[in-house]
């Protein structure tokens, strides 16, 4: 019954069940269970060649293709007009091709820095373009057109203000769109004299004018005031403005939701010739529903003559080399410069936060001796590197609000006007409401500017602006508005001029 197997017959077989070692020669011979004709089983390594071949090959069970694609964008909203009492079809998409780096150096293209340091600093450096990018380009529904430019790689005022970021109501960014198309009209008939010689003619009501400034030594303030008031009564959303220009405030109509107040043109008398930059300022609060059953006259009085923490936006517009729009909605200061090709106010400064300390100090020199103790003392001390900062300051004046403002907000400093000469209402609360949104402090010597109730139209008060740790620093000097030598119209010291 025992016999000598072969080892070929001791292999697992596939039909064999059994797992147990079988000792290759004095084993019990089996029971085949298959039917199937004995066949030579392949040897163990061609085995697994054979199943690895077997899994290569294997053919999967073709996959349905899925041909969904992501569900298109939902339509733009239209946007509402209440002046016109309907709906504006969203701008169009326009793909606007992206913006070469604003500093490029030739010279670093040229002879590429191999230093690691430098390659690393570099990549840490956001060009301006991914810097554009990196931002998230949230959709609002109310303004959802514009908001797409984000996409592009640019991002527009309107696009910014349309934004769910900023949390403006539409009203608003009705209104600063109307502005800033008046700005950007102001801009340029500033830079161009055919265009000022056009506005002179218009049917703006200004007064007869030639070209050598004759007759009108500041045409360009008349001009400006008309260019933002026909742009601030078209707009349909504002109640009541008023202008340093103008003696009185103007009342629209009840319906607009908000009130402007704004120094149409800004800087020293000798921007008519070109030689220093100007400005438009402005503000805007809501209207006093409560002061709507008042006559006219004085319901546009209370409304304009709010205290500046009541603002709900503020901006100004500098025109310089580049004409630059500062403006805060109450969430942060941003800075936006005029694209001359597309013709728009592309953001460039977001969220800007004004140095705790600057080494640079802003007032008109000329008048030192006018100064009380306390200015001469904290001028005279920081000049010599005395001061907290213990460095020696610099001194920078323009002679022009927005100018020195536009730089003390990005730099760090202090720009101090000592005498009474600018106007609470339409220039100071606007410029210590931006300040404050970038986290400086304004005051006027002795307290917070935007804490005061005006009391008439044009008060006017000292100034003291900045960087927080420079203003309070100046602070404790405590002797520091100048109240000899004010000139009791500042339209005289103009004169002199
Ligand atoms: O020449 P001064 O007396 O230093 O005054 C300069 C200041 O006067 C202003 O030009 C005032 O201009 P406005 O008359 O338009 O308000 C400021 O822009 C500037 O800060």
């Known amino acids: 019954k025992w016999s000598i197997s072969s080892r070929s017959a001791a292999a697992p077989s596939s039909s064999s069940t059994s797992s147990s070692f079988a000792f290759p020669f004095f084993s019990k011979p089996r029971e085949r269970v298959s039917t199937s004709p004995p066949t030579r089983p392949p040897s163990s390594r061609l085995t697994i060649l054979y199943r690895l071949f077997q899994y290569i090959l294997r053919k999967k069970p073709a996959q349905p293709r899925s041909r969904s694609r992501p569900p298109p964008p939902p339509p733009a909203a239209p946007l509402y007009s209440s002046q016109y009492n309907t709906y504006f ?67 527009t005022m309107a696009a910014f203000l349309g934004t769910e970021r900023s949390n403006v109501d539409v009203d608003l960014v009705v209104l600063m769109a109307h502005l800033q198309a008046a700005c950007k009209q102001i801009a340029t008939v500033l830079a161009s004299p055919r265009e000022l010689q056009q506005e002179s003619s218009s049917p703006y009501e200004t007064p007869p004018f030639s070209p050598s400034f004759g007759d009108d030594p500041r045409p360009m303030i008349t001009i400006s005031n008309n260019i933002l008031q026909t742009a601030l009564r078209s707009s349909g959303k504002v109640a009541a403005m008023s202008s340093e220009a103008d003696d009185a405030p103007t009342w629209f109509g009840d319906d607009g939701p908000y009130v402007v107040v704004f120094d149409p043109l800004n800087g020293s008398p000798e921007f008519d010739h070109h030689t220093t930059p100007t400005s438009t300022i402005f503000g805007v609060y809501h209207r006093i529903l409560e002061a709507d059953h008042l006559p006219l006259g004085q319901k546009a009085t209370i409304n304009v003559m709010q205290r500046g923490e009541r603002l709900v ?185």
């Open 313 to 497: 936006a503020a901006g100004y517009v500098l025109y310089s080399s580049a004409t630059i729009l500062c403006i805060s909605v109450g969430s942060g200061l941003y800075g936006f410069a005029l694209d001359t090709e597309l013709g728009e106010f592309v953001l460039t400064h977001p969220d800007i936060r004004i140095p705790e300390r600057g080494h640079i100090y802003s007032v008109n020199d000329g008048r030192y001796f006018d100064w009380p103790l306390g200015l001469r003392h904290y001028v005279d001390s920081v000049r010599q590197g005395r001061g907290q900062n213990r460095r020696r300051y610099s001194s920078r004046y323009m002679a022009s609000l927005a100018a020195d403002l536009h730089r003390t907000i990005l730099y760090g400093g202090i720009i101090m006007n000592p005498s009474s000469q600018l106007q609470l209402v339409h220039e100071v609360n606007s410029v210590s409401f931006l300040v404050e949104q970038g986290g400086g402090r304004a005051i006027d010597g002795r307290r917070r500017i935007l804490e005061i109730q005006p009391t008439h139209l044009h008060q006017r008060l000292s100034l003291f602006v900045g960087s927080r740790g420079d203003v309070s620093e100046l602070e404790a000097y405590g002797d520091v508005q100048q109240v000899i030598n004010i000139h009791p119209d500042y339209d005289d010291d103009d004169d002199e001029l």
């Open 89 to 155: 079809a969203p701008p169009p998409v326009v793909r606007i091709p992206p913006v070469a780096p604003m500093y490029s150096s030739p010279v670093s293209k040229w002879f590429p820095s191999s230093s690691s340091q430098s390659r690393t600093r570099a990549r840490k450096t956001p060009s301006r373009e991914s810097w554009f990018r990196r931002r998230p380009a949230p959709i609002s529904n109310s303004y959802h057109g514009a908001a797409r430019n984000v996409q592009d790689g640019l991002i």
